[in-house]
């Protein structure tokens, strides 16, 4: 008999929901080029155009504004590539912003200023020097703790001085509302898997008047922003995704209220776990639990072993488990940074799901590691 499966890892992606599958599927029947302007031509573009129509939808953007990429990395690189003499980002963001920031202050010769963090997750951007040469970044939600940033402020304080602000939004739509019209940032990166789309595609929210050179020239497509033949059946299922997105901000309650009785039955099993940024506002589906002793790597593997799919930090690093650059900005001590493990809920979580976790929380964490 085959062990029945729990999936708990929606911050590193989620199910192909079935909307997207059919939407996908439906899409290879659109074989023209969405370039073209026969009848083959213009069925691509009514699809790609539905899409863009749906995305823009899910964080309240014109269509005009949402240009399709391969994913979050590259709008997230493609954001950064705005004329900047400083770059200010605090040590929580993902890879995908951090390590191309680096490189191409290097290369231009630029600076990145730290943005400090609280101990609870939260970028303190009193006191970061912003001017016209600077592009502050800040995400919506941390991918590992679902820490949320304040990130209509910074929009207000980039504003002030005149700066631009980027902000990661990949893992709030669908469990936050994301308005990009009230956020007051230049750009916004969305993937496609993180809200039950396919992957290998994202897309960048570019507000009107941004001066943003295209990452990838060629053929004109997307209205001039970014070459290359459209992946037609993979925006499709980002499309279906983001209107079904859309309709889970209803369940938002549902699913806080099994993230709480999950904090609050391992704070019972074992009183000594923490739960990482617990005291801030988090996304809803998002518990980082650490346990001092325990190594993140152990927790993973055990709890792979008896059926669940968990975390420990971002799903980015070629299934490496290794030291959270995020808990390690947050002034953490090692031994408890070590341990954390990301619980991330989704749609399709139930009850049952939050009870196999704890049974098999108590078991690999109470008297049998303590001992």
């Keep these: 008999m ?43 573009r009514a699809v790609i155009d539905e899409a863009r129509e749906a995305v823009a939808a899910l964080v309240n953007a014109e269509p005009g504004e949402v240009v399709f990429t391969s994913g979050a990395t590259e709008s997230n690189v493609w954001a950064l590539s705005l004329p900047w003499e400083r770059i200010a980002l605090a040590g929580i963001e993902h890879d995908s912003v951090r390590i191309p920031a680096a490189r ?70 669908g469990r936050i509302a994301v308005d990009f019209k009230t956020l007051g940032a230049a750009t916004m990166s969305l993937s496609a898997h993180k809200i039950g789309g396919p992957k290998g595609v994202g897309a960048l929210v570019v507000g009107h008047g941004v001066p943003l050179e295209p990452l990838l020239a060629g053929g004109g497509q997307e209205q001039r922003r970014r070459g290359g033949t459209e992946n037609v059946a993979a925006i499709a ?44 506002p988090r996304l809803p589906n998002t518990s980082s639990i650490a346990r001092s002793g325990v190594s993140a790597e152990t ?15 971002a799903a980015c690093s070629s299934g490496k488990v290794g030291e959270s650059h995020v808990l390690a900005a947050m002034g953490l001590p090692p031994e408890i940074a070590n341990s954390a493990i990301r619980v991330s809920l989704g749609p399709e979580t139930t009850e049952q799901d939050i009870a196999a976790f704890l049974a098999a929380w108590t078991r690999i964490c109470g008297a049998s590691l303590a001992a």
């Design 2 to 44: 085959s062990l029945v499966r729990t999936y708990l890892d929606y911050n590193a992606t989620a199910p192909l929901r079935a909307e997207a599958r059919q939407a996908v599927v439906a899409a290879l029947d659109a074989f023209g080029n969405a370039s073209s302007v026969h009848a083959e031509g213009r069925r691509a």
């Design 104 to 173: 191409l202050a290097a290369a231009r010769g630029a600076s990145v200023i730290e943005v400090p963090v609280t101990h609870d997750g939260v970028a303190d951007l009193d006191g970061v020097p912003l001017d016209a040469a600077t592009l502050l970044v800040l995400q919506c939600a941390n991918n590992e703790t679902g820490v949320r940033q304040d990130v209509a402020e910074a929009g207000r304080l980039a504003t002030r001085h005149g700066a631009r602000l980027h902000t990661d939004a990949v893992q709030a739509p």
């Design 237 to 280: 299922g980002f499309g279906a995704a983001a209107k079904a997105a859309l309709r889970d901000l209803d369940d938002a309650g549902r699913i806080a209220a099994l993230r709480d009785r999950l904090e609050t039955e391992v704070r019972r099993a074992t009183p000594e776990a923490i739960i990482v940024g617990g005291d801030a």
């Design 299 to 313: 927790l993973v593997i055990r709890m792979d072993l008896a059926g669940l799919a968990v975390s420990a930090g």
